[in-house]
């Protein structure tokens, strides 16, 4: 055991002698309901986030992301496909949090961009607002191991400063396609 674990932190640590850069930054931009088949007449809110990325090579990136989102939709909608019944149109608010890690494979294009993408795990939360356990009274939670798949454009502005465009999806195993995100993201590098 011991010799796996020294084996395990020599990998670690000969990573962290390669990498070249790190990233600390924000993104913002619109968001999707996690299983918007579901969410009757769902509409499309607004995100944020914030990232780290670490740099091991021109070519390869690990990501770690906490992103945070929520959208709109009818509960009486949501519940007549579960049981048939429709008490009328009505508006409810879902929030959703996730943390997720990247891999990223980066691709250099012209003028300085590059194109990153790739895939990872994570996490989320998803909660309708106003729901609670009606014993405890505590807030019920969707939760879930989640797949994102993550595509980003961004380029290089100065020595510390990279803009660019911030997209995916999360994928779970319950839920076919959901949690579409887009939006505008800024990076310190250093």
């Known amino acids: 055991m011991k010799k796996q ?10 990573f962290s002698v390669s990498a070249q850069s790190y990233d600390i930054g924000i ?10 088949w579901y969410y009757v007449d769902g509409e499309i809110g607004a995100s944020t986030g914030i ?3 670490y740099h091991f090579n021109e070519k390869l990136t690990l990501s770690s992301n906490y992103f945070h989102g929520y959208f709109h939709f009818s509960p009486a909608g949501a519940e007549e496909r579960i049981n048939g019944q429709r008490i009328g149109r009505e508006r409810s608010r879902a929030t959703y949090n996730a ?34 356990n009606y014993l405890s009274g505590i807030k019920r939670y969707k939760r879930d191991f989640t797949m994102p798949i993550e595509v980003n454009f961004n380029k290089q502005v100065n020595e510390n ?30």
């Open 51 to 53: 990232k780290f990325n």
């Open 27 to 36: 993104h913002g931009g619109v968001f999707t309901p996690i299983d918007f």
């Open 161 to 190: 400063l990279v803009i660019g465009i911030k997209s995916g999806v999360f994928l779970t195993p319950f839920y076919i396609f959901g949690g579409f995100h887009l939006g505008p993201e800024i990076s310190y590098r250093f």
């Open 99 to 132: 943390v997720s890690f990247v891999f990223l494979r980066k691709f250099k294009l012209k003028n300085n961009w590059e194109f990153h993408a790739g895939t990872g795990v994570g996490y989320f939360l998803e909660h309708w607002e106003g729901e609670k």
């Open 5 to 14: 674990i020294l084996i395990l932190l020599f990998i670690i640590s000969s």
